[in-house]
């Protein structure tokens, strides 16, 4: 058996249609963009992966809920950037 390569997808359970998580595997490991999601909708991590690892800048959201005003959810996502090593590709 060979490692998959290509895009994945996860729903929640039992609720075809609402993404739990959206990546790319490469050889059988994450590469690029991966994004996993609140059971409300919302991100919950977004960000690259380089060889399995995190790399670049980060969403890392705890809070399931958006707030109701553009302003707060534009602080929440701010305030849950996180950085990593730089992606080897820039």
């Given at each position: ?65 958006t ?24």
């Open positions: 058996m060979l490692p998959y390569s290509g895009r994945v997808f996860r729903n929640f359970p039992g609720e075809e249609g609402r993404p739990l998580l959206e990546a790319t595997l490469r050889d059988g490991t994450w590469e690029g963009e991966l994004t996993v999601y609140h059971e409300t909708g919302r991100v919950r991590y977004e960000g690259r992966m380089s060889a399995g690892a995190r790399c670049g800048g980060w969403i890392e959201n705890e809070t399931p809920t707030p109701e005003s553009l302003y707060e959810a534009i602080k929440q996502d701010l305030e849950s950037l996180v950085m990593y090593p730089a992606c080897p590709d820039g």
